[in-house]
């Protein structure tokens, strides 16, 4: 039994990852930015999901959870571009 419960011991804990992959994440960081604010379709694109999704109410009367979970895992995917974009700022 302790074999399936060792799959849990790190939960939390974030992961180590080697030189190429910090060089992946580097990259797709860099292409995020260089979509979202060097193109500017790519910026006018951000500023209208920033508008549509994150400026409106995740929960609204009569909504279900999955209505509510989809709600909030867009406005997370619009929060986590934004996020990568200072980061590469930085």
């Known amino acids: 039994m302790d074999q399936y419960n060792s799959a849990f011991d790190n939960i939390g804990e974030q992961p180590e990852f ?3 992959d910090n ?3 580097e990259k797709l960081d860099n292409l995020i930015h260089q979509t979202f604010v060097q193109c500017e379709a790519g910026a006018e694109l951000l500023e209208h999901w ?3 999704l994150m400026m409106n109410p995740t929960v609204e009367a009569g909504a279900d959870l999955i209505t509510v979970g989809q709600a909030e895992g867009m406005k997370t ?3 986590n571009i934004i996020l990568t974009i200072r980061k590469v700022e930085q």
């Open 77 to 79: 995917f619009i929060r």
């Open 50 to 52: 920033k508008e549509a």
């Open 23 to 25: 060089k992946h994440f």
């Open 18 to 20: 080697n030189e190429e």
